[in-house]
């Protein structure tokens, strides 16, 4: 009886074990394929992460250069099922992803092989610009790990408010201000700018003596001489919000523009140029 139970007691050990694998085998919980790829069959997702902005270091296929990408980021692990185990190769799914990316217009460069392989892509398509990189760091095909940006500037969502803005006038003799959006091109102020241009005001009217000169920087995309006549545009507009709807004394602000010339990033990147997009408060 006890050499039955001890049968019954293996066959009840390798069932769990078998669903355990099997179960270990399924895509991890919210993960999901990047629409930009179908997946080869035989992997699962073991990992994933999705991020709004992010950087990630890819080799232009083109230049075979370095180069910093920011913008929406996603992170996938896939691992081969076990009973593929031994009959797939890294070439394989490295040629797999570079044909696909170019069946769309896209390019890639292959490092392989190199024991830790790196398959680089990248496609320009609808005003988009989206990055790929598959990098194996264990040979046959076991797992492989795939990196997507889609390029974009960051969004700033962070406003100094009207207490930082004075800590920086004290400490520096000026502050800059993000939050303050305009149209394409216009220098119309957009209704999302009201919790900075309200910080700038609160800034005026608990400093009753202090007076700002209002400064607006462009980018560098575009000529210079267009670049200053916006930029002086939208300090003015700015001015005018301050002075019509929170009353601030008109003598006590003046506006400049100063169009790219004084950036505090570098304009070769979008994140650069966005910061270098910005409304400087100077005192007087």
């Given at each position: 009886?006890k ?8 066959i ?7 669903d ?15 629409p ?5 069959p ?9 991020k ?18 920011e913008g ?13 185990k031994g009959?797939?190769?890294m070439l394989q799914v490295?040629?797999?992803y ?16 190199t ?20 990098f ?11 990196y997507?940006?889609?390029?974009a ?15 920086d ?35 005026l ?5 202090l ?8 980018d560098n995309?575009g ?10 545009a ?13 009353k ?8 400049f523009g100063?169009?790219?010339?004084a950036?505090?990033?570098?304009n070769?990147?979008e994140d650069?140029?966005?910061?270098n ?8």
């Open positions: 009886m050499g039955w139970v001890k049968i019954i007691f293996v009840w050990f390798l069932v769990i074990a078998f355990g694998v099997a179960f270990a085998q399924k895509d991890k919980p919210g993960c999901k394929d990047h930009l790829f179908t997946r080869m035989e992997y699962y997702i073991f990992d994933c992460k999705e709004e902005f992010d950087v990630h270091e890819f080799v232009d296929p083109a230049t075979k250069k370095k180069v910093l990408v929406r980021y996603s992170y996938i692990s896939y691992h081969l099922k076990e009973e593929f009959k797939k190769s490295a040629r797999n570079a044909n696909a990316i170019a069946k769309i217009g896209g390019t890639f460069f292959m490092e392989y092989p024991g830790r392989d790196s398959t680089w892509m990248k496609l320009k398509k609808d005003d988009k610009e989206i990055w790929a990189h598959i194996q760091d264990y040979w046959e095909g076991y797992r492989f790990y795939l997507i940006v889609e390029k500037g960051m969004e700033q969502q962070v406003v100094a408010d009207a207490k930082a803005m004075l800590s006038i004290q400490t520096k003799g000026s502050a800059s201000v993000y939050g303050i959006y305009f149209d394409f091109d216009k220098a119309d102020i957009k209704p999302e700018s009201e919790p900075a241009i309200k910080e700038i005001a609160k800034l009217q608990e400093n009753r003596t007076k700002l000169y209002v400064v607006g920087h462009t995309v000529t210079i001489d267009y670049n200053l006549k916006l930029s002086k939208r300090a003015d507009a700015v001015v005018k919000e301050l002075t019509t709807k929170y601030i004394s008109p003598d006590r602000l003046r506006a100063v169009a790219s010339l950036p505090v990033a570098s070769k990147t650069g140029r966005a910061k997009r910005r409304v400087e408060l100077v005192e007087q």
